[in-house]
Structures are given as structure tokens and as C-alpha cells.
């Protein structure tokens, strides 16, 4: 499935992402996600700065699900997909490594790459869009602001 333009802003615009494994007990777990991008048309790259639970369970169950939003607009993505690690060796570390690298300003070092392949999109919107159809973005970015104390 392709990342749209759409997609490819909104996570431009998002501080941290949130990637969803479970274990090889069922155990779930949730972690943030500091440096991300995609890459490509239909891949997310994520740099494995602290993530030793991510990378286990991955390798156990690649089914992942990573969610992002704007902040301030209050709209993003949930993404389920196929997790994969992508090591030192991996003949395309190198290539999603000086992307991951850039957005680290050499400040988090890292070895490995999660990469995952987008099987399924679904929007995500704050509330108030859906309860209150005549809300802008303008007016949700006010709201956030204010209530974020920006």
C-alpha cells in the first residue's frame, strides 16, 4: 500500500510516533518513537535508539502498528503492517541510515532499523471533528494551543 503526500506531511509534522509490537507470550507493547520517516512509497523507517523489546518482539511477530499525529491539528495515521530489522549488513542499512542520521544530528546513535512495510492506512481525527462537523483545523490548532499552553 502507497504513503500518500498527505501521510508523508502529516508525519513530517509529528514529534514522536508510537510503534505497537507484542512478545512471543502475547505481551503487548507500546513505545515512542523519536526519529522517523518514510522511505520510499510505501515503507516507514524507524532508528532503534533504546528500543532492545521493540527488536525482540519484531523479530517474534512482525505484525507491528505505529500511529503518529499532528499535534496541533489533532489528525494523523494508524499504519499496521510487516516489521523487519534491518542490521549493519543489510545491503540498504546504509542508504536509510544517512536519512535516519540527518534527523539524529549525530546525537542518538543506533545499529539497527526498524522498516515496515505499510499493509493498512486508517486516519486518525480528534473528537471534536467527528462530534462537531463544522470544526476547522484552524480552530482545533487554537484549541490545541491554548490548551497545550503554546
Known sequence: MELTTEIKKCMERSV???LATVSSGNVPNVSPKEIF???DNDHIIIANIASPQTVRNIKQHPQV???FIDILVQKGFQIKGKGEIIGTRHPEFVDMEK???KMT???FPFRSITRISVE???PI???KYVLYPHTTEQEQI???KKAYGF
Open 16 to 18: 514522536l510516533c508510537w
Open 37 to 39: 520517516t518514510y522511505h
Open 65 to 67: 502498528c505505529v500511529s
Open 99 to 101: 536519512v535516519l542520521a
Open 105 to 107: 544530528e549525530g546525537k
Open 120 to 122: 493498512q492506512v486508517k
Open 125 to 127: 481525527i480528534a473528537p
Open 142 to 144: 487554537e484549541s490545541a
